[in-house]
Antibody, heavy 123, light 110 residues
Framework: QVQLVQSGAEVKKPGASVKVSCKAS????????FHWVRQAPGQGLEWMGW????????HYAQKFQGWVTLTRDTSISTAYMELSRLKSDDTAVYYC????????????????WGQGTLVTVSS | QSALTQPASVSGSPGQSITISCSGT?????????VSWYQQHPGEAPKLIIY???NRPSGVSNRFSGSKSDNTASLTISGVQAEDEADYYC??????????FGGGTKLTVL
């Protein structure tokens, strides 16, 4: 079955960077887009961007352009999200999620999710 | 401020039907049949329950259904059960922002 397993919780100081990993199993890694979504404590969901794990192509939500970097390592079926210049309001749970449709164009439906990674930004 | 507007909370007794609305604009909900709904229990990741306005992924109960009229989408849960108590989020493709979410609705089963 499809599984997405994320790296563990992180505590970072303002201005630092964080890199979260998402290891996929149970399907062909390069066959589906990956998205990243975050959720601040007690708040709603916020879409950050996607990566095409086959080509490495990316698209970011306007808010996150220049600030988030999505990458992948196909040899270990793992996607990464790196967020730089952290601020306190970046404290959130960060999720990776697989797109519902196979590679072509992303459908923006997230049918499998990682367990989430809590990133806490505090001085 | 979320791009899509949902009621903060709804409630219903077991067996009742409840509907959650999701109000957008002509650049998102009104422009595309790309509305989805997610269910999130406390401490868990969201779960896709509706996509393409009214399609259910395999394994999702047929008690969940979706619809859309103009700029507003709706999720209906027929015969609500205790296990349905959760937060529900709508989402839509957006001309400007690609993907936008609603602020979420907390369903309480009385």
């Amino acid at each position: 079955q499809v599984q997405l397993v994320q790296s563990g919780a992180e505590v970072k100081k303002p201005g630092a960077s964080v890199k979260v990993s998402c290891k996929a199993s149970g399907y062909i890694f390069t066959g589906y887009y990956f998205h990243w979504v975050r959720q601040a404590p007690g708040q709603g969901l916020e879409w950050m961007g996607w990566i095409n794990p086959s080509s490495g192509g990316t698209h970011y939500a306007q808010k996150f352009q220049g600030w988030v970097t999505l990458t992948r390592d196909t040899s270990i079926s793992t996607a990464y999200m790196e967020l730089s210049r952290l601020k306190s309001d970046d404290t959130a749970v960060y999720y990776c999620a697989r797109d519902l449709g196979m590679i072509g164009e992303p459908k923006y439906y997230f049918d499998s999710w990682g367990q989430g990674t809590l990133v806490t930004v505090s001085s | 401020q979320s791009a899509l507007t949902q009621p903060a909370s709804v409630s219903g007794s077991p067996g009742q039907s409840i509907t959650i609305s999701c109000s957008g604009t002509s650049t998102n909900v009104g422009a595309y049949n790309s509305v989805s709904w997610y269910q999130q229990h406390p401490g868990e990741a969201p779960k896709l329950i509706i996509y393409d306005v009214n399609n259910r992924p395999s394994g999702v109960s047929n008690r969940f259904s979706g619809s859309k009229s103009d700029n507003t989408a709706s999720l209906t849960i027929s015969g609500v059960q205790a296990e349905d108590e959760a937060d529900y989020y709508c989402s839509s493709y957006s001309r400007n922002s690609r993907e936008v979410f609603g602020g979420g609705t907390k369903l309480t089963v009385l």
